[in-house]
């Protein structure tokens, strides 16, 4: 019985100590790396995807069912996927550079804060981050509805 006592105050004290309930840092950006990725957007993703992050009817929105589609995925993944498959009509033409200011565009238009430190291009390092699950109206997006 004691035996049994000393395990549940061991783990009582692991989950109230918060490490079993420790947050994801928000991935780091800052405003000139958004501000490239945005002008690179403007060049090679809104012709499908919209000026406006909206998509089209054969093209999918990069905010709002982006943000839900992306949640707790490893930011890696994310800009893995645009360097490889993205712009459509010449996937695999971007730069890791350009790919990771395109990344922390989308980031930063879907409501991440930017900062002094930029975000990684290492993808050990990106890995660690997540694609912060935003719930709808507990931040502002960077370009409006």
């Known amino acids: 019985m004691i035996r049994k006592s000393s395990l549940l105050v061991a783990g009582l004290t692991f989950l109230l100590s918060g490490t079993a309930f420790a947050r994801t840092a928000l991935p780091p950006l800052t405003a000139e790396q958004a501000d490239k990725g945005e002008a690179l957007y403007g060049a090679a993703c809104a012709i499908c995807h919209g000026t406006a992050m909206r998509g089209n009817f054969q093209t999918p929105p990069l905010r ?20 490889r498959a993205m712009p459509l009509m010449a996937p695999g033409t971007l730069s890791r550079e350009d790919t990771i200011a395109i990344t922390a565009w989308l980031l930063k238009a879907n409501g991440v804060p930017v900062g002094k430190t930029p975000l990684p291009s290492d993808d050990k ?11 709808a109206g507990s931040y502002k997006a960077v370009i409006p509805d």
Do not use: M
């Not at 390092?125 to 719930?135: D, M, R």
């Open 64 to 83: 709002g069912t982006f943000v839900a589609r992306w949640a707790n995925v490893p930011v890696s993944e994310l800009s893995d996927y645009i360097q």
């Open 125 to 135: 390092l990106l890995h660690s981050f997540k694609f912060p699950a935003i719930p």
